[in-house]
């Protein structure tokens, strides 16, 4: 297997990384009190919103784990990363992007607006009517149990399971999602039965993870889909690079944006507080803190990669020469000022 780690990407040591990724962490924990826990599933507002961790997966090299990396969380929202990923790889891009668009929506993860009046199809797979498309899509072809036994694998956690308590609590509290779902099947986007994709949906939502877990997740995307360690194949080229570009663009929502242009990583988010970064060719990384800003993002773990993402050379545009433009600070000022981010 070719090597695929960018010539111009060296991880600085694993103690000096170390040292670079706490200092950020200590910047983070600054951010958790403008935060909150969501609160609209009751289960996952018993969450502790100090809690942070993050998992540093490079392709070569060894991982940095610091903070709560290994505390069990459900994957909410990242989890559309592995129903897009597994849609592209078992029905196929024409089929995928005849139910679902590529664009960013502009709106709220759970909105209906753009559904409704602009297009018959959701705007992209990562936000919630995208996704119950996909999941419409998935149910002809697999079982929860087959997508579970998929996340195991993929993620390199064979413990991660169903958080039944998180699920029962989420069905009680989907009218919004049911809305959408409802709204799907009478544009003819959604052929299965409504109330069986809402409950696959909202079962992917509820596997408990880990930042671990989604840092060998990353690693993998980062790896043109191929495992490091094994060599194994976990998706195309193709399926890793749609859902690579979609991350960056889509991945935070409303904030994707201004994300894309502070960090450079993309990323997906949850409102369990986990977030899946891929460094490309460089690596993967999870990221863990409950406590949301008003996108429903991490606040402590945006401002976590936020901090280091270009002293660590993982943003995506990462270049050496651009420390020596001087005005680049005050760019960056600007924009974190009118940012919520």
């Known amino acids: 297997m070719p090597n695929t780690v960018d010539r111009h990407y060296e991880l600085r040591e694993t103690e000096k990384a170390t040292e670079i990724i706490q200092k950020a962490m200590d910047l983070a924990r600054e951010e958790i009190p403008y935060g909150k826990v969501a609160t609209y599933i009751p289960e996952l507002g018993k969450a502790d919103p100090h809690q942070l961790g993050i998992c540093m997966y490079p392709l070569s090299g060894d ?25 592209l790889e078992i029905c196929g891009i024409k089929r995928m992007f005849e139910k679902v668009g590529a664009e960013p929506s502009g709106e709220a993860f759970n909105s209906l607006v753009e559904l409704d009046l602009n297009d018959s199809r959701p705007y992209n797979p990562l936000i919630n009517s995208g996704a119950l498309a996909v999941c419409g899509l998935l149910m002809l072809e697999v079982s929860f149990q087959d997508m579970l036994r998929f996340a195991r694998e993929i993620c390199s956690d064979q413990d991660i399971e169903l958080n039944q308590d998180v699920f029962e609590s989420e069905m009680k509290n989907c009218s919004r999602n049911k809305s959408i779902a409802y709204l799907l099947e009478s544009k003819g986007i959604i052929t299965t039965d409504v109330e069986d994709t809402l409950r696959f949906y909202t079962k992917m939502c509820s596997l408990n993870v880990t930042a671990e877990s989604l840092a060998n997740l990353g690693k993998k995307l980062a790896n043109d ?9 976990f998706m195309s080229s193709r399926t890793a690079r749609i859902v690579k570009t979609l991350m960056l663009t889509c991945g935070m929502y409303d904030g994707s944006g201004t994300f894309a242009i502070t960090v450079g ?77």
Do not use: H
């Open 63 to 87: 991982k940095v784990c610091l903070g709560d990396y290994n505390v069990r969380f459900t994957m909410q929202s990242v989890s559309k990363v592995l129903m897009l990923i597994a849609g």
């Open 225 to 233: 889909g191929v495992c490091a360690l094994s060599g194994k194949r």
């Open 265 to 341: 990583i993309p990323t997906k988010s949850g409102v369990g507080g986990g977030l899946l970064s891929v460094s490309d060719k460089r690596a993967g990384i999870g990221v863990f803190g409950p406590a949301l800003d008003t996108k429903g993002n991490s606040i402590a773990g945006c401002r976590l990669l936020r901090e280091r993402s270009n002293e660590l050379r993982l943003n995506l545009f990462y270049n050496p020469e651009w420390n020596k433009d001087s005005r680049d600070g005050n760019v960056m000022a600007e924009i974190r000022k009118n940012s919520i981010i």
